[in-house]
C-alpha cells in the first residue's frame, strides 16, 4: 500500500468543483493507498488531457454516493482512488 503526505495535496479545478490530487512519480501507482488514517481503492484512470466531462461526471457521480475521491495524477493520467 502506498502512503502519502498531506502535505502534497494541491487542489484539481474541475468544473466548478475541486478535488484532492497528489502528483506522483515513477511506476504506476498502487491499487491501494492511504492518505492519513483515510484509506482508498484504485477505481479508474483518465486521460490528462481529453477527459472533457467524463472525469467531473465520474467524480460528481462518486460523491453522490458518499465516497470521497482522491486524484494521483502521473505523467498523462489521472488515477482516481475512492475512500474505503
Given at each position: 500500500?502506498?502512503?502519502?503526505?498531506?502535505?502534497?495535496?494541491?487542489?484539481?479545478?474541475?468544473?466548478?468543483?475541486?478535488?484532492?490530487?497528489?502528483?506522483?512519480?515513477?511506476?504506476?501507482?498502487?491499487?491501494?493507498?492511504?492518505?492519513?488514517?483515510?484509506?482508498?481503492?484504485?477505481?479508474?484512470?483518465?486521460p490528462v488531457k481529453g477527459h472533457g466531462a467524463s472525469l467531473p461526471n465520474f467524480i460528481r457521480e462518486q460523491v453522490a454516493e458518499g465516497k470521497t475521491p482522491l486524484v494521483l495524477e502521473r505523467e498523462n493520467r489521472f488515477y482516481v482512488y475512492l475512500s474505503v
Open positions: 500500500m502506498l502512503e502519502l503526505d498531506e502535505l502534497e495535496i494541491e487542489p484539481l479545478p474541475l468544473d466548478g468543483m475541486e478535488v484532492a490530487r497528489i502528483r506522483v512519480h515513477g511506476p504506476p501507482p498502487f491499487s491501494q493507498t492511504k492518505l492519513g488514517e483515510q484509506e482508498y481503492r484504485y477505481e479508474r484512470s483518465f
